[in-house]
């Protein structure tokens, strides 16, 4: 990358509560796998705050939305090859469509970040009507391709959905990727059935890996979501929570058996989840929210 331009850095409010009262939470150093875009935004550390009136962390300052999309926009090589992202998301997104049809059996599904389409061709031979929103324009190609068109390319906010015209919103590994999350919760909010259903996936900020850093020092990750930030946007936006569900962190000999696993003890793996998200989220922060993803399924509030 050949850019040297300094980008300066703005100072934003909370994207929850809207408060500019916040303390320095961590701060990282540039990691060698990101040295190029790091010296192309022009800063040598990351700084990342939370909000002292609801607890929200977040990269702040940060450079502006525009000026990120000129560094990372347009460049497929910052992305994973898609080779890697299909064959490593597949299991796990049929296990997640497994998931959604315990709550919806068909209708129309949007997958908002949907990448490479992988999911939506699950949803597809399902039996479900698929749509995909992506920004990436390489990625969004290639799965429009795929699934035979539906798949708008650029921010949910431009694509203009109809009021209440999903039963299904997934955000998989989204939200964290945003300017601002409560923005496309609310056209999510918008556009989702009165009795239609969103799944939430992102990192954990408390999982015992997210303390290793792996999730701070990623530059395209500005949100950090904890179980309790994130029901309360889902609050702020229109919606109810009716599941929460941490993914454990499994070791890679486990992960090779993950179609076994699903195929015959689903419904098991289901109930167990779903007892322990009954647990006050305190106690799931600080004691099993290990899990280094955490997936929230809710519905719109009346
Ligand atoms: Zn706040």
Redesign the pocket.
Known sequence: METVTKFELVEIP?D????MQSRIYKEYKTPVEYQDIYNAIGYTHQQVVQ?Q????IFNNPRITEEQFKIISGTDPEVWRPKEIVISRRKDFFEAQIKLIMRYKKGGKLLDIGCSYGTLLETAKEKGFQVYGCEIQEHSAKYADVALEGGVFCGKLESANYPAQFFDVITMYALLEHVWSPRTVLIEANRILKKTGLIIINVPNVNSEIAEKNLFWWNPYHFSHFSSKTLENLLGVCGFKVANRLFTPFVPRWVKKYQRQIYRYLGGVVFLIQKSISKFPSCILDKGIGVGSGLTIIANKQE
């Open positions: 909370c929850i509560c809207g408060s909000c009136k609801c607890g929200f």
